[in-house]
Nanobody
């Protein structure tokens, strides 16, 4: 069992930046996929960005060029650097881990990001 703990959410003005962090309670292997999803009120949970083995990344079109996902396997941590934030980025952001070792998918508890106009 792996617990994911997110931090770094908050309130920021449009154009500002935030950095989200997500740390796993046990070892996360380099070949596991880590990602960030977000869910706005009344909407479905959508992928924001993911990072796989070898540092291969994938981004939603809406955040390309503004958000950067990275990981530190030694610290069991994934990061999401969010720049040039827009009000439409307001959502609860969830960390996600696809563990091939454990054949399980795990979710964090979510962290609120609010961007004011």
């Amino acid at each position: 069992q792996v617990q994911l703990v997110e931090s770094g959410g908050g309130l920021v003005q449009a154009g500002g930046s935030l950095r989200l962090s997500c740390t796993g309670s046990s070892r996360i292997f380099s070949y596991d996929i880590m990602g960030w999803y977000r869910q706005a009120p009344g909407k479905q949970r959508d992928l924001v960005a993911s990072i796989a083995s070898g540092g291969r990344t994938n981004y939603a079109d809406s955040v390309k060029g503004r958000f950067t996902i990275s990981r530190d396997n030694a610290k069991n941590t994934v990061y999401l650097q969010m720049n040039s934030l827009k009000p439409e980025d307001t959502a609860v952001y969830y960390c996600n881990l696809v563990s091939f070792t454990l054949s399980q998918t795990y979710w964090g508890q979510g962290t609120q990001v609010t961007v004011s106009s």
